[in-house]
């Protein structure tokens, strides 16, 4: 792998991270929100990846595993809690979620 | 180079599981265990015996809490790598255990009544809540990137759904869902930060961190920087540091009290056993580089975290502003970072988890609905109703404002102190003033549990009578609080033991 795709990968992946963050900051239903960080986890992964390739270490790889497997099992708990809040608000904007304030 | 050249060069670097390293990792597995067994047995155990479970956890808990304090004994100062590098075990890590499975041990055993009269006694309750006391002794004894982040997402998961435990509950749900997207966006923060580190060292265990870190100290690269804060900024949403607080009120008040109880002390510890490994030890050679972020973040909370504290009218909301503000009192000892910092920490955090319990506990004890219970108004007149439940958490109140000779006055006098040795005389100032407002507070609570009842509320009690298990662990607490703020010279001289151990690496490389 030549510099010139390792700078590519790096940049596309720090690309990807900020897409995920704005969408987190800026969207309002709970569903994108989430999807925005799946999108940073990912793009995390391609930085890894791209590192242990440009290290030639396999400890890129291995961490980009646990993220996947980590990923997988932040998605079983947080549509489980989606669903449970859209029955007990029949709601899905976050905004509206104002329950408790100061 | 092909996958099969870079497998071959890495495989002599791989170390299969030994005996050992089971045997110097039992503490952490028994628990990690225990959880996989309760929810077997949860399946088995019919709804109606479901405080036998609770039995059971104690009993796990109990099991690795005798293995700790063996380890402690027979591990002496040395740091011994398991799992090639990917835990330490050592003093560091055996003193986090003690601490966070102290909050587990009084959160399970307050437990069975509480959620009996709350109608959530689910048996899942204490699944998760050993998971999340694995993943939290894991990090204390985490010593690779990797590591770290694995055992922060066991404990989070574990926490976003004990946070929505009540299920028909709409602030509860919210609770868990709040914190679940805010602590996935910190993870993924805090998961660059981490890449950008491994990336810029080409290593994710700490310690081989740490000597690429000191070799090159001419020339730090911005990436390995940026690396630092994102990983920073993870680690402070956890420990909630301000900016990073504002899940902390909204889920510490939707939360059952047992989880609020359980989160609000053992998640600190774990975080900040995580900071100090990575901070003060791994990424000391950088300190010049990372100081004035780390004071910046401590200054903000300290002020923060005290003065919202002050308008707060639900103990539960008061205690997580205080939370955040005593995360700010531990950050001075981070950003000090001499070696009496960290033992001042150590002692911080045993004050912290042993007080902040005992307030909440002393309203789960009595609580009849956990949003009635923990507002001010309905705290009114409980010294003369409960007497010995009021008395436990004016006492532990008294800790957190930092009465001596209380467990709580100790930890922020050797945080205070070792700030002042090391020439950070503002950061000192600063904590003693705004510990100055923070006394209003507390204070408050304590003047309103010895006020009368009001009157147009006369026969509307809404508490019930302590469950004598209960009554009986708080005290505990509570007495600790204060046996162990008179002999401090034992709690200090477990955390100098425990702070030697995590520089020993440092002191003899």
């Given amino acids: 792998m030549s510099t010139g795709d390792f700078q590519f990968l790096l940049f596309l992946g720090t690309l990807l991270f900020m897409i995920g963050a704005t969408g987190v900051l800026i969207r309002r239903n709970p569903l994108v929100i989430f999807m925005s960080i799946e999108l940073m986890l990912n793009s995390v992964n391609l930085v890894l990846v791209a590192y242990g390739r440009a290290l030639n270490s396999l400890a890129g790889q291995v961490f980009a595993f646990m993220v996947i497997v980590v990923a997988a099992a932040e998605v079983v708990v947080g549509l489980a809690m989606v669903t449970r809040v859209f029955r007990a608000e029949h709601t899905l904007d976050v905004d509206r979620l104002d329950e408790m304030k100061d | ?509």
């Fill in chain 2, 1 to 509: 180079m092909t996958f099969a050249h870079m497998l071959a060069a890495t495989l002599p670097a791989l170390q299969f599981p030994s005996g050992a390293d089971v045997v110097h990792l039992l503490p952490e597995l028994i628990v990690g265990g225990g959880f996989i067994v309760t929810m077997v047995l949860d399946t088995l155990i019919p709804p109606s015996r479901k405080s036998w479970l609770a039995a059971w956890s104690l009993l796990v808990l109990l099991a690795s809490g005798a293995v700790t304090v063996i380890d402690w004994v027979t591990v002496g100062g040395q740091q011994i790598s398991v799992y090639a590098e990917s835990f330490s075990y050592d003093r560091f890590g055996l003193f986090i255990n003690a601490l966070i499975l102290i909050a587990a041990i009084f959160v399970v055993a307050l437990s069975p009544s509480y959620l009996e009269r709350q109608k959530i006694h689910h048996g899942e309750f204490y699944s998760l809540i050993l998971a999340a006391s694995a993943g939290m002794m894991f990090l204390g004894s985490s010593e690779s990137l990797m590591m770290v982040f694995l055992s922060i997402e066991v404990l989070s998961l574990a926490l976003y759904l004990l946070s929505g435990f009540r299920r028909g509950n709409t602030k509860s749900q919210e609770a868990g869902f709040k914190y679940f997207l805010m602590g996935g966006f910190a993870s993924a923060i805090l998961l660059m930060g981490m890449a950008l580190v491994y990336g810029e060292t080409g290593h994710t265990q700490l310690p081989a961190i740490a000597q690429v870190v000191a070799a090159d100290l001419q020339s730090v690269d911005p990436l390995l920087l940026t690396g630092i804060v994102l990983v920073f900024v993870g680690l402070g949403f956890k420990v909630s540091a301000a900016p990073f607080h504002m899940w902390t009120p909204d889920v510490y008040e939707g939360a059952p009290l047992a989880v609020t109880a359980f989160m609000s002390v053992a998640t600190k510890v774990a975080a900040f056993a995580a900071i100090l490994r990575i901070f003060s030890v791994a990424l000391t050679p950088l300190y010049t580089h990372w100081e004035v972020a780390v004071s910046a973040i401590s200054i903000l909370s300290m002020l923060i975290g005290n003065l919202v504290a002050l308008r707060q009218t639900n103990i539960k909301r008061m205690l997580a502003y205080s939370g955040i503000a005593q995360a700010g009192y531990m950050l001075i000892g981070v950003a000090v970072s001499g070696s009496a910092a960290i033992a001042g920490v150590l002692v911080y955090l045993a004050a912290y988890t042993l007080s902040t319990f005992g307030v909440l506990a002393g309203v789960m004890l009595v609580a009849k609905g956990d949003d009635d219970s923990s507002s001010y108004r309905s705290l009114r007149g409980l010294g003369h109703a409960h007497p010995y439940v009021a008395a436990m958490m004016a006492l532990s109140l008294l800790s957190l404002a930092g009465f001596p000779p209380l467990l709580g006055f100790w930890g922020k006098f050797f945080v205070f102190t070792s700030a002042i040795q090391n020439g950070q005389i503002a950061l000192a100032i600063w904590g003693v003033l705004t510990s100055a407002i923070s006394i209003f507070y507390y204070i408050r609570v304590i003047l309103i549990l010895y006020s009368p009842q009001e009157s147009e509320q006369g026969g509307t009690v809404s508490w019930l009578a302590p469950a004598r298990v209960g009554a009986v662990v708080v005290g505990l607490g509570v007495a600790a609080t204060v046996v162990l703020g008179v002999f401090v010279p034992v709690v200090y001289h477990l955390a100098l033991s425990a702070r030697d151990a995590l520089l020993v690496r440092i002191a003899a490389p």
